[in-house]
């Protein structure tokens, strides 16, 4: 495809237009697409007559590009492809209406609501044959690449085992009260990217996992906020991932990694896998900068990377250049060991993640 790429766009939340750019960890996709030469946003649809105010006056389309209902936008605008941003409960419902249209779909994650559904719509893109691609963000930033990298070279050698913690107070009374609702929080809110992470930069899947939650007293949510997980992989890989998001403090980095190979470590300490990323070579007295060439590791600018990685990524997908960094039936792979997660932490059991994907 020699011309532009006309993107459709499906919800026009935090992610689509920031609501406040000036504090905001990221431009937003809008603000992305507009700056891609690969790209042109044409429509925008959102039932919120003022999420459509809030793109408008910001000049991204006018008035008559917007729809509040998804159907009438599809009918409406020639488009190639479609950018869902709407809450997960109606991906499915977006999904299947774009691919009566066969447009090609880059998701938000999840995929799909819960595991049955999205078993049912990756068939569903595999019969239709569009490229679908799920946005696993950590995947793309630089430090999961190098970390990719370096694994995957065989720098580190055999690994061993990953240890991950993750401490982060949202424990904020100003929050709107549905998320204090949500279930098992941690394990989907940002367990999500961290165990997608690990399968990527492994190359590897899960076999097996045995968990436990729990939550301290003064927790405002009604689900565990905290986890502690121990997985190992189809080639012998442990890991131990232990966090909670009712800390305390403000201080501590809320990301701390360590990956332990035959031929040394790699280790990152950070909010959310930003930058530097060092590395241990077994028996010296020495350790090594692997992220010094990026230029920007900022918070926002190590999301605005990835997430303009991941639409150039789409771009060459749909022009048969390369695979998605993420494709459906990746995703699907990462929400198998979150149920998994999920059913140990509430069994106690172990839980085989092989069986649950038959």
């Given at each position: ?30 603000e ?5 030469p ?43 492809a ?27 994650k ?46 580190l ?24 609702a ?81 031929k ?95």
């Amino acid at each position: 495809m020699k011309n532009l790429i006309r993107v459709v766009l499906s919800g026009i939340g935090n992610r689509a237009v920031p609501k406040n750019p000036e504090t905001s960890n990221w431009f937003g996709w809008v603000e992305l697409l507009r700056r891609s030469p690969k790209f042109q946003l044409v429509a925008a649809q959102d039932p919120d007559e003022g999420a459509i105010e809030r793109l408008v006056s910001r000049g991204y389309l006018t008035a008559d590009q917007t729809f509040r209902d998804l159907g009438q936008m599809l009918r409406t605008v020639e488009s190639d492809a479609i950018l869902i941003c709407n809450p997960a409960e109606n991906h499915a419902a977006t999904i299947k209406q774009a691919l009566t249209h066969h447009l090609h779909l880059l998701i938000e994650k999840p995929l799909g609501n819960n595991l049955a559904e999205t078993k049912e719509l990756v068939e569903l893109v595999d019969k239709q044959g569009v490229v679908a691609a799920v946005v696993q963000n950590w995947r793309c930033k630089d430090v999961a690449q190098i970390l990719k990298e370096a694994i995957q070279s065989g720098m580190l050698g055999r690994i061993g085992h990953i240890f991950f913690r993750y401490v982060r107070d949202r424990e904020n009374p100003n929050y709107p009260s549905y998320i204090f609702a949500e279930e098992f929080p941690l394990l989907y809110a940002m367990g999500s990217h961290h165990l997608d992470l690990f399968r990527y930069i492994l190359q590897d899947d899960y076999a097996s996992v045995s968990g436990h939650s729990f939550k301290p007293p003064w927790s405002l949510y009604q689900s565990d906020t905290g986890l502690h997980l121990f997985l190992k992989t189809h080639r012998q890989v442990a890991i131990s991932y232990t966090g909670t998001i009712s800390s305390q403090n403000s201080l501590i980095p809320q990301e701390s990694l360590v990956v332990e190979g035959e031929k040394g470590t790699l280790y990152n300490e950070s909010q959310w896998l930003e930058p530097p990323l060092w590395f241990f070579p077994k028996g010296k007295n020495e350790k090594i900068n692997l992220s010094q060439a990026i230029e920007d590791g900022s918070i926002a600018a190590q999301y605005n990377h990835a997430d303009m990685f991941l639409l150039e990524n789409f771009s060459k997908a749909i022009n048969h250049q390369e695979p998605p960094v993420c494709t459906a039936r990746d995703a699907l792979q990462s929400i198998f060991a979150l149920e998994a997660c999920r059913l140990s932490c509430e069994t106690g059991e172990v839980v085989f993640i092989d069986r649950m994907s038959k």
